[in-house]
């Protein structure tokens, strides 16, 4: 339902995209980089039974003297945090997309709620692709960075946390081949 | 809840009050922060079409008529 690695979608477009246009990957940070946010709120909903228990368990008795309506309040509110922190967390990994195309790549970033952009780039625009993979998890789990160094404005794009990184530096090298077919 | 020194009933009182009126500004900037979702999510789903667009939708206008409703609950309850 939520895949990171998406080769050849038929069912994905993006604004701008021309007709002849195809999409070759289209891609997430790994699923595994959520692991930290859900865990985070799994144990935010286990917060408020916490404090209860430790008021009851060091006899503080703290509770028990805040109004009902008051405790009930601070309740609902603690857990519409929570709502709006997993919605958050959720929406920052599934809209922040890469996208390679055959005729570019496209990096749709959103940043906050507030802030989006979207950086296109130009197979004939690029430099170099190096794909990394640094750290246990890293390794084990198969995700990476992708960094495309760009010729037109000297500076490079990242492809963070995707997956396979090797197999998509290897695309992306392939395409441009296809772009650039008297290159070296 | 009632002690037998009325001035610090009253004490008590006001302090529920004012945490009260602050949980009611925390609901409404919640609300606010609903509808930025909102907006959000109807961007975002237009920049990239996926399968998932309109459950985006869904969900966020669930959040959004949930936070009004909590602002709606938080006023009745003074």
Known sequence: ?184 | MLSDNPGLDFTLSSLSFTFQIGFIVLAIAYFIFALIIIRQINLMTETVTTEVASLLKILSLVLGLLSLGVVIWFIRLI
């Open chain 1, 1 to 184: 339902m939520f895949p990171a690695f998406l080769d050849k979608p038929d069912k994905i477009s993006f604004v701008d995209q021309e007709e002849d246009e195809v999409i070759e990957l289209f891609l997430r940070r790994h699923g595994i980089t959520n692991f930290p946010w859900i865990v985070l709120s799994i144990l935010g909903l286990f917060i408020p039974a916490l404090v209860v228990f430790l008021d009851q368990a060091l006899q503080i008795n703290f509770i028990s003297k805040i109004p009902e309506k008051l405790a009930l309040e601070a309740l609902v509110l603690w857990y519409l945090f929570i709502i709006a922190f997993v919605f958050e967390s959720f929406l920052s990994w599934y809209f922040n997309i890469y996208i390679m195309t055959n005729q570019q790549l496209v990096d749709i970033n959103f940043r906050s709620l507030l802030f989006r952009d979207i950086v296109t780039i130009q197979y004939n625009d690029i430099q170099g692709v190096t794909s990394q993979i640094q750290g246990i998890i890293r390794s084990f789990f198969n995700f990476g960075d992708v960094l495309v160094e760009t010729a037109a404005k000297n500076e490079s794009v990242d492809f963070n946390d995707v997956p396979k990184p090797d197999q998509v530096a290897d695309r992306i090298d392939d395409l441009q081949k296809t772009m650039k077919p008297n290159a070296v």
